[in-house]
């Protein structure tokens, strides 16, 4: 397997969507806080989702979940899939993005490269080792994210 890209641009620049569930039961939120790298010798993605976003449960129940990228003509469905909660219903419905099922996920027919992650690893980030302006300006009303690292198993290629 192999995936080259700009590993510091990828999330941050051009940000990617995380998807956790079946077809008939997923939710899936805009990303741009990543990372690729090694772990135990396996190629893995780390996200990190704040416990009060939808996908969060999403993440927790699944031993599978997607990172998925797409060109920058889908600029406005991942800020609609960053800015609606799946709560609320179906926000894919409001993009131009159509689903793809997957045999152990799902992502969506208009991804450039979709990663197929299954979690190995899951850490609630702790306030107290963090410094202390990102605490005040990202966690004074808000618990941390929970990082979750993911094992490459699969990547799809449009």
């Not at 709560?87 to 159509?98: E, I, V």
Request: charged share 25%; net charge negative.
């Amino acid at each position: 397997m192999q995936f080259e890209t700009d590993i510091f641009a990828q999330f941050n620049k051009k940000w990617a969507l995380v998807s956790a569930g079946t077809k008939e039961d997923y939710n899936a939120m805009t990303v741009s806080w990543g990372g690729m790298g090694t772990l135990w010798g396996k190629s893995v993605v780390t996200v990190y989702i704040k416990p009060i976003r939808y996908t969060w449960q999403y993440m927790e129940k699944n031993d599978y979940f997607t990172v998925s990228f797409y060109p920058e003509e889908n600029r406005q469905d991942l800020q609609i899939m960053g800015s609606k909660s799946g709560r609320d219903g179906d926000k894919a419905a409001l993009t131009g993005l159509t689903l793809k099922p997957l045999e152990k996920g799902v992502t969506f027919e208009q991804a450039e490269v979709t990663l197929v992650c299954r979690k190995i690893y899951r850490q609630d980030l702790i306030r107290d080792t963090m410094p202390e302006e990102v605490i005040a300006r990202l966690y004074t009303d808000e618990e941390p994210h929970t990082m979750y690292v993911g094992e490459v198993v699969e990547i799809l290629r449009k």
